[in-house]
């Protein structure tokens, strides 16, 4: 089956997918959704020694741990998670198959959107699924990439052509700017800061 991209897990334990296709192929962009679930199939149920020992093994050994929990104690920011007290919660996420697949495309078409729109509301107790798009840039010769996260939807109207995306993507910032609304104080400030760096950067 191959592997995932990234395997990562949480501070709370949960198993996090990364798939990466940046391809302006269409078929390539449908087949990352089955191909992260699929890595998802595989995963539910698992134990995490068995992890460890087979699939995981070459990987850790690579980074130089020989568990998931030395490797989680030694990765996580300032101590914040102990990877002995991490392995109960990764073990209860595994056998329920509540995971979060991250999906990683340098183009979002409404079809796709739709798509993890519909998983994401049949799954909603079991499956977290992101949607990140990545716009490169040319900076005085130099390539910048610039994730932004896609957060589609799906209306609830009754009819045949109801479903579509309420997210918008734009190489403007107008749309961001405007979504802020009544956003004040320090998060405003912040938001008008990453607002004025995208503007340069483009």
Sequence with gaps: MGYADVLAVEASGRPVIIEVKLTRNAEARRATVSQVLAYAAFLHGHDVEA???????????????????EAVAAETQE????????VPALQAYLGSGRFRLVLVLD??????????AYLDSVTLQTLTLDLIAINVYDVNGVEIALPQRVSPDISANVGPSVIAPSSVLSDEPDAFVESLGHTTGQDREAFDQLVNWATRLA
């Design 79 to 86: 101590g914040a998670v102990d990877g002995v007290e991490s």
């Design 51 to 69: 992890l460890e020992q087979r699939p995981l093994r070459n990987a850790l050994a690579d980074a130089g741990y020989e568990s998931i929990a």
């Design 107 to 116: 183009d979002v078409p409404s079809e796709l959107e739709r798509i993890i």
